[in-house]
């Protein structure tokens, strides 16, 4: 069978695939993340107002509120995928989960996706969470455009925090427009394409609706806003002169970042934003296989399972796995193979998924997000492909940091203990390891970010009904190693036996309390296999 769809469908993939814009935002919790996607969906007149994408303050919630763990702790712990016309254009912004310590699974988000919006507070500048998911689009080569939010109120000067993004980040910002003001003080913004006229803004109250835009000829600009304009005007030029100006391939190779300025709040450079995705952002292309090779766009449908969510309802108490159409048409309905064990999947209850509301979903191309319910048989980074076989290479294990031991509070709910652990370990929620010494009834939970462990608590206890009792361990570290690598770490004695242990994908993984002792094995056992797992920091 050929792997390609019929002539008249290939072009007609093409064009729908050349038409799409799949991306995510990126950011540090508060940088304005939420408040960006609202003005971004506003400007694309997906929705009404503002509000309807964020839960926060009572506004209605696109971002499904399913856990009280969500509430209490006022985050987004789900993750939804929110499409959008913009310019003849489909954008699939897939949303990131927005606080710091839920690194993993935002991390793995980023496999769906063909570009990053990096979003930068004004004031705060590149924080934690920014850099690491930033290292995160570097190592997976998804280009980053840059978006400096916030500048209607006071914060840092536009040419230091280009500054920043160049010596803390290693690339070369470019801007693409630039303040006509100090930030507290926006009058509008000037495109480095067009240093003719200025866009002005009239802020319009509580920023629900898109603000008053104005065309200023540079007459005009320069005698209404005088010395704010010439500065504008004489700091984007010392930005552009010392950078090697705009250059597509080296944005896709993630050499320079295109930089725009504005305020998410008071919808201030968020249309230039958008036509910047549109411009700038690839469309979505070949795919390289696990086997050397690609699947390109045109070929039979394949996707990567790059997240599972379960109860997102809690009227339904359903699993969804949500896939990034790589190749091809999906049809609702479509028998897909699993690559994993080349069994086959029905696909009836196939959806987009637009926060907490669904819509069926019929028909999607590559880049489209699509949610399937109750496919209980994937997991994490999976392909589905129809005809010729897919399969894509393993989504990265980012390198855990917090470990610790669980227990059943109640022995005789042991099975629904393993069913629990089972299910979270293939969402990805934690990684689970089993060591000899404690088997697998004390199996050995490892997070990048602790608060996946409150995450754990709380699901075992109310989804699974088997609450679970944590015993943090005192490691910092985990490497994979090889069965020699592990008996020399057992002989060295500098390890204990709880150390070693075997992942659920079957990897070996040492633990070391810190990076001392790492080193100290190391010295002294050079020749051991020992592999960092990808690095967040
Ligand atoms: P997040 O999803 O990245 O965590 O951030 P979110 O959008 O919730 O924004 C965090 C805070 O920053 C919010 O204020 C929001 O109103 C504010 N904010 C976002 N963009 C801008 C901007 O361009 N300018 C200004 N001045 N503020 C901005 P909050 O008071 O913490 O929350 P809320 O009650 O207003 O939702």
């Known amino acids: 069978m050929s792997t390609e769809t019929p002539a008249a469908n290939a072009q007609q993939v093409l064009q729908e695939a050349a038409r799409r814009r799949t991306f995510a935002v990126i950011s540090h919790p508060d940088a304005g993340k939420s408040t960006l996607t609202e003005a971004l969906a506003l400007h694309a007149h997906a929705i009404q107002s503002a509000g309807a994408v964020h839960g926060k303050g009572g506004r209605k919630g696109v971002t499904s ?40 699974d935002t991390y793995r988000v980023l496999s769906a996706v063909d570009c990053a919006i990096m979003l930068v507070d004004a004031a705060k500048g590149l924080e934690e969470q920014t850099r690491k998911l930033f290292s995160v689009c570097r190592h997976r080569g998804v280009p980053v455009i840059t978006f400096i939010n916030k500048w209607d109120r006071r914060g840092r000067e536009a040419l230091e925090l280009l500054d920043d993004i160049q010596n803390i980040l290693e690339i070369t910002p470019v801007p ?178 637009f926060g907490a509301e669904r819509t069926v979903a019929d028909i999607c191309y590559p880049g489209d997000v699509v949610g399937l319910i109750n496919a209980t048989a994937l997991r994490v980074g999976d392909t589905l492909y129809v005809g010729k076989k897919a399969e894509f290479p393993p989504l990265p294990a980012f390198a855990p940091e917090h470990f610790a031991v669980a227990r059943p509070k109640d022995i005789s709910r042991s099975k629904q203990f393993r069913k629990g652990i089972s299910q979270l370990d293939e969402e990805g929620v934690v990684q689970v390891l089993v060591s000899d010494r404690r088997g697998d009834q004390a199996p050995v939970l490892a997070a990048v970010g602790p608060m996946q462990f409150d995450v754990v608590l709380h699901r075992m206890e109310h989804e699974f009904s088997s609450p679970i009792a944590l015993d943090h361990l005192p490691y910092s570290l985990a490497r994979v190693t090889d069965a020699e690598g592990a008996a020399t770490l057992d002989r060295s004695r500098l390890v204990t036996g709880e150390a070693l242990t075997r992942r659920s994908d079957g990897a070996l993984l040492a633990l070391f309390a810190d990076k001392w002792q790492l080193n100290s094995f190391v010295r002294g056992n050079p020749d051991v296999y020992l592999e960092t797992l990808i690095a967040t920091a």
């Open 65 to 104: 509120d399913w856990m009280e763990l969500e509430r209490d702790r006022g985050i987004s712990v789900t993750s939804a995928a929110l499409q959008f016309g913009h310019r003849d254009h489909v954008m699939n912004l897939v949303d990131t989960p927005g606080h710091a310590d839920f690194s993993e």
């Open 176 to 353: 693409q427009v630039w303040p006509v003001g100090a930030a507290g003080n926006l009058r509008g913004l000037v495109e480095a394409a067009n240093t003719e006229q200025m866009l002005r803004y009239t802020r319009v109250p509580g920023g629900t609706h898109a603000a008053e835009e104005e065309l200023l000829d540079f007459g005009r600009a320069a005698a209404e806003e005088g010395e704010t304009w010439e500065t504008a005007l004489e700091e984007l030029e010392l930005a552009l002169d010392s950078g090697p100006g705009w250059d597509p391939q080296a944005f896709r190779e993630g050499k320079i970042t295109p930089v725009f300025f504005g305020s998410a709040l008071t919808n201030i450079g968020v249309r230039l934003l958008l036509d910047a995705v549109v411009d700038l952002a690839p469309s979505p292309g070949a795919r390289e296989l696990v086997n050397g090779g690609a699947r390109e766009v045109t070929d039979e449908f394949s996707g990567v399972v790059f997240k599972i969510q379960a109860n997102m309802d809690p009227a339904h108490r359903d699993r969804i796995a949500f896939i990034r159409v790589c190749s091809g048409v999906f049809e609702r309905g479509m028998n897909v193979t699993r690559a994993a064990s080349g069994r086959s999947l029905a696909t009836k209850y196939a959806h987009t998924v």
